[in-house]
């Protein structure tokens, strides 16, 4: 019998989603950041959907504080939302907790969903609690953009360069707690960049989803990958460029600009963030293929390897 861990994560998502009914105010279904819905002809917003659970013993250590808990499950939605582009609106919050869990810790999940959703201004408007083996916090979140200017993963063009937000790698020294959901400058992006995700799985992989869904591929340059301090504590084989590469959980925003725009774009980015963003590769002819550029001069293939359940 095939099981989800023969056939994995992506593979999985494929199947299900193969034959799922699709309305007609639905822009984007299955395969992006969020799904794009449309909710009437004159609307002048699209609605940007997402949901994302956390589950103890998969996105947290059971000791991690209750509050960073919170904050991360009400982030990771977040995150998506910003990398459409979008503006938060409202959330539906599920929790699972065993029977035997202490409502101290309970209070602690809501206070750290609710700080974050407040300051970001997203409204959790109700949800369900079920008994279960252990903490899940499931959060579906609702978002709004300007009619049609919802940023995909698919809308790289040839010659496009890639730009990263932040810096990457290190994630498991506690980084993936502290979620940052870049709203402000997924909406500033709105009118620069061609296509966009935030990268939660791991530069690679997420990098492998944008060149994927754009038919494209990419020159990456290494040596202007922005790695981590976090990244170049970790001890181990691997060296700090792994860490930025493949660890995930960074909730930073990788994107395209069109090569005619990066002058203007940079000088406009530095004028508006302190966030340092970085120019580290550019869309080439060869699909799905993400060629590593190192800074001797040597050239290698980037693997898919990344983040992936079962």
Request: hydrophobic share 45%; net charge negative.
């Amino acid at each position: 019998m095939q099981t989800l861990g023969d056939i994995g994560e992506l593979a999985a998502i494929e199947r299900i989603t193969r034959g799922l009914p699709k309305g007609q105010k639905v822009i984007v279904g299955p395969g992006d950041d969020c799904a794009v819905v449309r909710p009437a002809e004159n609307a002048s917003e699209d609605l940007v959907l997402t949901s994302d659970p956390v589950v103890a013993g998969v996105h947290f250590d059971t000791d991690a504080a209750p509050e960073a808990v919170g904050h991360k499950a009400i982030g990771r939605a977040l995150s998506d939302i910003a990398a459409m582009g979008g503006e938060p609106r409202w959330a539906l919050v599920d929790v699972v907790a065993p029977a035997s869990t202490p409502v101290s810790i309970v209070d602690g999940l809501y206070a750290g969903m609710g700080a974050l959703a407040s300051d970001r201004g997203l409204a959790i408007v109700g949800g369900d609690m079920a008994e279960g083996p252990v903490v899940e916090i499931h959060v579906f979140a609702i978002g709004a953009v300007p009619v049609g200017r919802a940023l995909l993963r698919s809308g790289a063009s040839l010659g496009d360069r890639l730009f990263a937000t932040g810096a990457l790698g290190g994630s498991r020294l506690g980084r993936h707690l502290r979620v940052e959901p870049r709203l402000e400058e997924g909406c500033f992006l709105r009118d620069w960049a061609t296509a966009m995700i935030d990268i939660s799985d791991g530069l690679a992989s997420d990098l492998h989803h944008l060149t994927d869904m754009s038919k494209l591929g990419c020159d990456l340059n290494l040596d202007h990958i922005p790695i981590s301090d976090a990244a170049r504590r970790l001890e181990g084989e691997e060296a700090p460029l792994d860490h930025a590469l493949y660890d995930g959980e960074d909730f930073e925003l990788l994107f395209t600009v069109p090569q005619s725009r990066c002058e203007p774009f940079v000088a406009a980015w530095r004028a508006a963030f302190e966030l340092p963003c970085a120019d580290i590769g550019c869309m080439t002819s060869e699909p799905g293929i993400v060629r590593c550029l190192h800074e001797d001069g040597a050239e290698s293939t980037l693997r898919r390897n990344g983040y992936a359940h079962f």
